[in-house]
């Protein structure tokens, strides 16, 4: 039981009270954000990023990944009281959590909504506390051709398995390698794709592309959408939170189906958004009052949450061990790590020992911060988006300038930042998915290293990716992913066919 | 919700068809561009091992052949969820914002000799310009919030969390730098 030592040794790293003040900054950020249109966790993340370049790494990843889970408990306030999803993946919520509000259930439906969260993250922080060390331990024997096998398969599931057209993934996801191979080459020393503009010599930063794409994207997105907020009263006192709490051990099956998508959905890079549809459809199927979903239905609310932030939590996993990010807000943290001089991988496991099981630990005790800070907060939060969109949304967008500003002091940054937000405008309306090119943009340089080292070490022979069992397997897998849709589209008309 | 029945009514700025063709254009514009800059280092197999260019050039063919793809799927109308990719009214309002936030970084940044005014400053005429134009409120309302909300984040980010954002003349003035 070495993870029970490790994680104990974690919680002393993590339990000391300038962390835990960190933990409610920024959860209390996190929801802040995760209510906020505009400001999501992976441009939020991106944006106070700067912020920490000072702190030590373990104080910084804790107030980090903090933000994360309270953008993760957010999302739902503003989908069950304003039937507006703050993020992504709590559109779910959404079908049964607004219903409920409109019958007077909200704080029902809210609190059931933060607890699931509560319970999905849980299950997802115990399968990282004893299945991460495995798996660094495994991936210790990668060399670069395992690595980029991994690559691979990372970026074929995304073709794969999201939901958008396949074409359009594959050329977003290529817009996102391209532009992480402009600049300098370190291999060769040469410049590539900058046509004697100086200000592209240290390549696109994939934190600018965050902010601007999901920032600014995001508030032009929402502007088209009309700008008044129509919302419900949140009310949560003690009585009702326990009245639901007692209402929540029916649910142990549907729990456990959801957190098992969840979990599943963010090792891949499937995600939190498709885990939470996945885990309101599962349910919807397998419930007993099934066909009452939709109609305000506490299962309705139950199912997509616990999914999501299994989902959320479970992207930490391949980003702590393989050094390759489930989510775009798991790639921004990734991107700290780079920044405060910490190479992501399995060796992080045995040289930073206080760093990974401080994170660690601090899953366990933010959650349980995010879960009582939400429940206790929730009527100030819903106050937040009354605040008229006249203000809001200048503030949001000062924000965005001043976080693209501060990655690397340069205005050139901020109007960078302003071509990805049309970018991203335009992206989002055209069903091209943005988390492909963000997740191609961080791990570009990786990848193409891992491919350049593979490729030298067999002398340009691409079969080096089927020489042993191992990478066979991985490649084959990855191959697999990338031709899902159209195999199944086949074998599901050969089907047809036949019958 | 009235909003969303009037859709079809409204006069259609430019439709999802053609912007969804001028878009995969543009891409296979871009993959030719990265294949090109390739050949130019060399993507070939060089004395040493891969050249710059070898990796790249296989981003820009994909990029270049799922382009084709998606331009031929375009022409044919295919994914197309709605009509229209944008009314006029909300082309209007995207630009209600958009252009003034090009101003805004217009005045932190400077044009040609005209030096910028930093983030500060800027900042509080963006937030104000919002209030009064968008949200009709009253002078002492919208300076409050303006000048208060930009306080904060001066406290934020030069005091309490030390990084320097851009300053002007005003804050050389008063003695901030």
Redesign the interface.
Known sequence: MDEITSLMHGFSVALTPYNLGLMFVGVILGVLIGVLPGLGGANGVAILLPLTFTMNPTSAIIMLSCIYWGALFGGAITSILFNIPGEPWSVATTFDGYPMAQRGRAGEALTAAFTSSFIGALVAVLMITFLAPTVAKFALKFGPKEFFAVYLLTFCSFVGMTKAPPFKTICSMMLGFALAAVGLDTVTGQLRLTFGHMELLKGFDFLIAVIGLFGIGEILLTLEEGLAFKGTEGKINAKIVIETWKQLPKYWKTMIRSSAIGCWMGITPGGATPASFMGYGVAKNMSPNGKNFGNGELEGVIAPEVAAHAAGTAALLPMLTLGIPGSPTAAVLLGGLLVWGLQPGPLLFTEQKDFVWGLIASMYLGNIVGLIVVLTTVPLFAAILRVPFSIVAPVILVICAIGAYTVHSSMFDVWLMLVFGVMGYVFKKLDYPLAPMVLALVLGDRAEDAFRQAMLGSGGDVTTFFSNGLVGSITVLALAMLFWTPVRALVGKIRGVAS | MS?SENEPLEKSAVS?KV??FV??VM?FV??A??MW??TR?GAK?GSD????????FY??T??CA??I??AV?AFLG??I?APS??SVS?LK??FS??LP??F??LL??GVGPIP?LG?YVP?VI??A???V???K?KWLMTLT?SIS??VV?FLM?EIW??????KGPLEAALGLN
């Open positions: 909003q999802t912007m969804d878009v995969a891409f871009l993959g561009v990265v800059d390739s280092l197999w091992g891969p050249e710059a260019g070898y990796f790249p981003i820009g994909i990029l799922a382009a793809v998606n799927r295919k994914d969820k990719f944008v909300a309002m995207v914002v958009l936030t090009i805004y970084v932190i940044d910028g983030m900042s963006f937030i310009a919002f209030m134009w968008l949200g409120y919030v909300v930009v984040f980010f969390f030390k990084v320097p954002l851009p």
